[in-house]
């Protein structure tokens, strides 16, 4: 692994175990939430995630790089399976547990801040570096070595900070279903990627 990549992973596992420490200190009961079943209905959050996540992949169907289509053709089944049941399985979770719109709006109405803000803080913070990574994308030469590249010490940007970030809305909503689909998703889809960059390398 590059030093910028052990550097950018570090950090946001700084960040993370940080924001982790913090919400445990101050919870009475801090795994109550995780017992609880998600509050089913319409997530504004998700609604926005979603958008950020697929208006680009939209986009980026009518500007893909030589030679992906039969690069596509050799991807695993299998990982080609855990990413499309991944994708599938966070598109109805985050939109339909309104814990994700919850807990930022009762904070936003004088309640007192929750530490646990600072895991969907820090998730709109690794997608408004994934919509950056696309620009740089959109504006470079769109080879697949540009699409598979770092962003910000990143590893396989396209593919890792969505998943990063779909993490860290299941831990901020408690939802150890939808925390399970990102890792589901994540290995499908960084594995993918993972496959593709090292063909491009051989």
């Known amino acids: 692994m590059k030093k910028s990549n052990a550097a ?4 946001l596992t700084a960040a993370f175990a940080a924001i982790s ?33 697929f208006i680009p992949n939209i986009i980026w169907s009518k500007n893909q790089p ?3 289509e039969e690069s596509a ?9 855990l990413e499309r049941a991944g994708e599938v399985l966070v598109s109805i979770l985050v939109l339909t547990d309104r814990r994700l719109d919850r807990l930022w709006l009762s904070s936003a109405s004088g309640s007192v801040i929750s530490p646990r803000l600072g895991y969907l803080i820090l998730a709109l913070i690794l997608m408004i570096m994934y919509e950056l990574y696309w620009i740089k994308y959109f504006r470079s030469s769109r080879t697949l070595g540009d699409m598979y590249a770092d962003y910000c010490g990143f590893p396989l940007a396209g593919a890792s900070l969505p998943v990063f970030a779909v993490f860290l809305l299941g831990v ?14 994540g290995i499908g ?7 593709h960059k090292k063909e491009i390398e051989k």
């Open 8 to 11: 950018a992973v570090g950090a």
């Open 21 to 53: 420490a913090w919400s445990a200190m101050t919870s009475i009961e801090p795994l109550k939430g995780w017992l609880q079943l998600p509050k089913w209905g319409v997530s504004v959050t998700g609604i926005v995630f979603l958008l950020m996540l």
């Open 66 to 68: 030589a030679g992906y």
């Open 73 to 81: 053709k050799r991807e695993s089944k299998l990982l080609l399976a």
């Open 172 to 185: 901020f909503a408690c939802n150890a279903f939808l925390t399970a689909a990102s890792i589901i998703l």
């Open 189 to 195: 889809h960084i594995g993918i990627h993972l496959m």
